[in-house]
């Protein structure tokens, strides 16, 4: 019933493992309830003798041992496979495909199409683009939970989360083609049509959908070594989506064919949101809520939120933790939303098909490499050190990059060393964060894993449209100018020094500051040693 493991990435072995087993003797007073008649059982149909527990756990005891002295004789795995109901199963992947791609593309590039085909930087003096994107964060922070309370309370024969999947499926293809099928002509309808159909799409249709989707690997077995297994799965479809397809096919092949065609941006999104649509399908007709559908959801004695909020807010580390978060966030996600200006008008030229690659690729090499070095030096060292090592690199790679953000090999070198130094926040954070979590619980006697996670949320959620719109506003006020075609048809794509200073500002120069902070807030965050 429970599986606990540590894996030593040296020798890429188990250095332990430790497993529970669960058997009912005999069934609890007044018998199973209705939801588990048909699939619990016990060994012995009324109480049974007084010694009969003690028995049977000497008689596991003897079997376990003989089995294991025979190893590695492992001819026991015989009778485990005829009884496994997990070999054969169908393990779906494909679904979370579609509608994660959708996300991703419009994550890197929505912007730029507003920026760069739209030409929306001058309304309202710039304001536009810089308030709409703050306001319908807020929104969107606000239907998170308000979904999440509404999933809670669903009650179907399909479950609680599948039935919002199914909704969402229709809802993000048909969303995702009106965030670009903005008419032409009048400036204010154009605005109008730009702030409901990102609305419907981020604060409607793919809250729907995010919500839904993520409470299928908690609500599909309770066997944490499945869970597991499902979430690295489940994990394959975002790598694959932003590690290559974004990152490398997009950058590379689809965007020089786009450039400040409309109708060509129209088209290609469109194909990615009607992909999403059966992608989507797949993933609700292919998934169970095994946990709802057994009736598991065990009703406990709750703590009221504002008690939960008080122990969150009266807690040092837990401060700490979130305002670190909000400050690696901000500094991270500028960076992203500039990583195409960057390429494409200072290190590089327009949609050249090779630069914003380049740069992909320098990321994505130290997170591979990463995964086997993090957690043995974060063991050595501990977590919050080797994290605020890791920030001092951080801030010394993009250094680095603002002396020279003209030259490729020194930019390339700086992110190398820059993204090296990243790795531990980006596999320590969540350690680091249930670390607080348990704090919290130490001092106050109960746990706050879910507010404490909607806080973290709404901070993620609200920052995108903060950083969206402070990025919109620096582009606006530098004099930023949208690409065009002259007279001759030829593309014009060019910035005044003033627009190529603080888009290397927003990549690289910003990080060099968050960097030093994030390393010297850490040193304040010593909860692993209390």
């Not at 058997?23 to 149909?45: D, E, K, M, R, T």
């Not at 002295?69 to 495909?97: A, K, M, N």
């Not at 309370?149 to 919002?164: E, F, H, N, V």
């Not at 730009?194 to 690997?217: G, K, P, R």
Request: with cysteine; hydrophobic share 50%.
């Amino acid at each position: 019933i429970l599986t606990e493991a540590a894996l030593g990435c040296e020798a890429g072995v188990l250095d332990y493992a430790v497993v529970g087993v669960g058997v009912n003797l005999a069934p609890p007073p007044g018998g199973f309830p209705p939801a588990l008649a048909g699939i619990a059982g016990a060994l012995f149909a009324a109480p049974p003798p007084g010694d009969a527990m003690a028995r049977f756990a000497a008689d596991v005891w003897e079997r376990f041992f003989a089995g294991y002295r025979r190893l590695p004789d492992t001819g026991f795995l015989d009778g485990y496979r005829r009884r496994s109901f997990l070999l054969g199963q169908q393990i779906e992947v494909l679904g979370p495909s579609g509608a994660l791609l959708l996300n991703a593309v419009l994550a890197t590039y929505l912007n730029v199409y507003y920026t760069d085909v739209l030409n929306l930087t001058t309304v309202w003096g710039g304001a536009f683009l810089a308030v709409f994107p703050i306001v319908s964060k807020i929104i969107d922070a606000i239907t998170n939970i308000v979904m999440g309370y509404i999933i809670d309370r669903t009650r179907t024969k399909q479950g609680k989360a599948r039935p919002w999947l199914l909704l969402s499926a229709p809802l993000v293809a048909v969303t995702g083609i009106l965030l670009f099928t903005v008419p032409s002509g009048n400036r204010t309808v154009q605005v109008i049509w730009v702030m409901l159909s990102y609305n419907l799409f981020y604060s409607f249709a793919y809250t729907i959908y995010n919500m839904s989707h993520n409470l299928m690997v908690p609500l599909s077995t309770r066997n944490t070594e499945q869970r597991g297994s499902l979430s690295v799965f489940n994990q394959i479809s975002t790598i694959m989506m932003s590690g290559i397809i974004v990152a490398l096919i997009f950058p590379m092949l689809i965007m020089p064919q786009l450039g400040v065609d409309k109708s060509k941006w129209i088209v290609t999104m469109s194909i990615l949101s009607c992909i999403a649509l059966p992608l989507t399908l797949m993933e609700y007709y292919f998934t169970k809520e095994r946990i709802t559908l057994e009736g598991g959801e065990q009703k406990k004695e709750s703590v009221a939120m504002v008690t939960q909020l008080k122990a969150i807010f009266s807690d040092k580390y837990m401060i700490i933790i979130f305002i670190y978060f909000l400050i690696f966030t901000v500094g991270s996600t500028i960076k992203n939303i500039s990583l195409v200006y960057f390429s494409n008008y200072v290190l590089g030229t327009y949609n050249d098909g090779k630069t914003q690659t380049m740069l992909s690729v320098i990321g994505g090499i130290p997170m591979g490499i990463g995964i086997f070095a993090v957690w043995p030096l974060a063991k050595k060292f501990g977590k919050r050190n080797l994290t605020a090592i890791g920030f001092i690199f951080y801030a010394v790679g993009s250094a680095i990059c603002w002396l020279a953000p003209t030259n490729m090999v020194i930019v390339l070198i700086g992110q190398f060393i820059k993204n090296i130094g990243g790795l531990p926040c980006s596999y320590v954070f969540m350690a680091l964060f249930a670390d607080v979590l348990d704090h919290v619980e130490w001092k106050n006697g109960f746990r706050c894993d879910g507010i404490a996670m909607s806080i973290y949320n709404t901070i993620a959620v609200a920052s995108v449209g903060i950083c969206t719109g402070v990025f919109n506003l620096i582009l606006s006020k530098s004099g930023y100018v949208a690409p065009y075609l002259d007279a001759a048809g030829q593309l014009i794509a060019v910035q005044p020094a003033s627009v190529k200073s603080a888009i290397t500002f927003t990549f690289v120069g910003l990080e060099t500051i968050t960097g030093i902070v994030l390393a010297i807030l850490l040193l304040f965050l010593n909860v692993e040693k209390n």
